[in-house]
């Protein structure tokens, strides 16, 4: 029967302590770290066996490390101030970024576009009035630059950014600016806004009639921005309300083209074909059309219980066929089946 190990105080010498047999589970590898802890002498040794054997050797703390698949103590990955153990990776794991994200401050390119442009540089009025106007116009708007001079209107005026001011004088267009603080006459000029950024117009739910004379109801989204703002201003009278329009005349077409199966299945290739006919007629407005998607396609009640008695009908026929090719491989295998020779 094997005896335990036990600890001895370090004045005994090596002579003295008796060698037990110890069998091989109870063998154990400590760090040197907790056996070198206020002892002069190991505290953990491994007795040989009764036959004669030497001890084995005192286990050092690079074996637990090795043993244990760790690394030494100073090379094992720390938490930094604030984070757990298993914030740090390492032992404890823990999920790690590949990609350390860099935020840079953005470039006038990255915000926006310029447009800015002069279409006519000599844009003052051949007459006395105008002239007189737009003399008028300038001194009351030195006056109204004035902070405290609440009477004469203020000639700075501010183009919001993703925006484009569009200048007219006299009621016709001669120069687009970009965003900041702009100069004015304040009685022969006048600054219009133009939003440029991406914007998205949902299109209102539409009937439309497949091929085969099912009604379906289609809602739509269509995305867009304005890469002429001069023809967007000036061309037409409501560039939103047009494109609308545009695109349920459109959906009534093409949906009109195809069966019910088609318009199911590809729903991506429809709106693709809606959006090349829309972009060709909105970049004469001076739009530009990022995408076009179909958003739902609703279904009649009747229809939606026929298709769903279809599919259940289709899966009921596929599970019977399943059925009847495992009972003829059951009759074609019942003679080869060992326990039909007892």
């Given at each position: 029967?094997?005896?335990p190990?036990?600890?001895?105080?370090?004045?005994?010498?090596?002579?003295?302590?008796?060698?037990?047999?110890?069998?091989?589970?109870?063998?154990?590898?400590y760090?040197?770290?907790?056996?070198?802890t206020?002892m002069?002498?190991?505290?953990?040794e491994?007795?040989?066996?009764?036959?004669?054997k030497?001890?084995?050797?005192?286990?050092?703390?690079?074996?637990?490390?090795?043993?244990?698949?760790?690394?030494?103590?100073?090379?094992?990955?720390?938490p930094?101030?604030?984070?757990t153990?298993?914030?740090?990776?390492?032992?404890?794991?823990?999920?790690?970024?590949?990609?350390k994200?860099t935020?840079?401050?953005?470039?006038?390119?990255?915000?926006?576009?310029?447009?800015?442009?002069?279409?006519?540089?000599?844009?003052?009025?051949?007459?006395?009035?105008?002239?007189?106007?737009?003399?008028?116009?300038?001194?009351?708007?030195?006056?109204g630059?004035?902070?405290?001079?609440?009477?004469?209107?203020?000639?700075?005026k501010?183009?919001?950014?993703?925006?484009?001011?569009?200048?007219?004088?006299?009621?016709?267009?001669?120069?687009?600016?970009?965003?900041?603080?702009?100069?004015?006459?304040?009685?022969s000029?006048?600054?219009?806004?133009?939003?440029?950024?991406?914007?998205?117009?949902?299109v209102?739910?539409?009937t439309?009639?497949?091929?085969?004379?099912?009604?379906?109801?289609?809602?739509?989204?269509i995305?867009?921005?304005?890469?002429a703002?001069?023809?967007?201003a000036?061309?037409?009278s409501?560039?939103?309300?047009?494109?609308?329009?545009?695109?349920?005349?459109?959906?009534?077409?093409?949906i009109?083209?195809r069966?019910?199966?088609?318009?199911?299945?590809?729903?991506?290739?429809?709106?693709?074909?809606?959006?090349?006919?829309?972009?060709?007629?909105?970049?004469?407005?001076?739009?530009?059309?990022?995408?076009?998607?179909?958003?739902?396609?609703?279904?009649?009640?009747?229809?939606?219980?026929?298709?769903?008695?279809?599919?259940?009908?289709?899966?009921?026929g596929?599970?019977?066929?399943i059925?009847?090719?495992?009972?003829?491989?059951?009759?074609?295998?019942?003679?080869?089946?060992?326990?039909?020779?007892?």
């Open positions: 029967m094997s005896n190990i036990h600890h001895r105080p370090s004045s005994i010498t090596v002579s003295e302590r008796n060698l037990v047999d110890t069998p091989a589970s109870a063998t154990q590898s760090p040197s770290s907790v056996a070198n206020n002069s002498a190991p505290a953990y491994q007795q040989g066996t009764s036959s004669g030497a001890p084995l050797a005192e286990p050092t703390g690079q074996d637990f490390f090795n043993n244990n698949n760790l690394g030494p103590e100073d090379e094992r990955p720390r930094t101030d604030g984070a153990s298993s914030d740090a990776g390492g032992i404890n794991g823990g999920f790690q970024p590949t990609h994200m935020v840079k401050p953005p470039a006038k390119e990255d915000l926006q576009r310029s447009y800015a442009t002069v279409v006519e540089e000599n844009a003052n009025p051949k007459g006395w009035y105008g002239t007189m106007i737009n003399t008028a116009g300038a001194i009351i708007g030195t006056i630059a004035i902070p405290c001079c609440i009477i004469c209107p203020n000639p700075y501010s183009v919001n950014q993703g925006n484009v001011g569009l200048v007219t004088k006299f009621g016709k267009f001669y120069q687009a600016v970009d965003p900041g603080l702009v100069k004015i006459n304040p009685l000029e006048r600054l219009i806004q133009v939003d440029v950024k991406i914007q998205i117009a949902e209102p739910q539409q439309c009639m497949t091929k085969d004379n099912v009604t379906l109801h289609l809602t739509s989204v995305y867009y921005h304005i890469v703002p001069h023809k967007a000036f061309g037409i409501n560039v939103r309300q047009a494109l609308i329009e545009r695109t349920q005349t459109t959906l009534r077409h093409v009109g083209a069966i019910l199966q088609d318009v199911i299945e590809r729903r991506e290739e429809i709106a693709q074909s809606i959006g090349e006919i829309i972009e060709d007629v909105a970049a004469g407005w001076g739009v530009q059309v990022e995408s076009m998607l179909i958003k739902d396609i609703i279904f009649s009640q009747e229809l939606q219980e026929s298709l769903s008695m279809a599919a259940q009908s289709k899966r009921i596929e599970s019977k066929i059925a009847a090719k495992a009972e003829v491989c059951c009759e074609f295998c019942s003679p080869l089946c060992p326990m039909n020779f007892d």
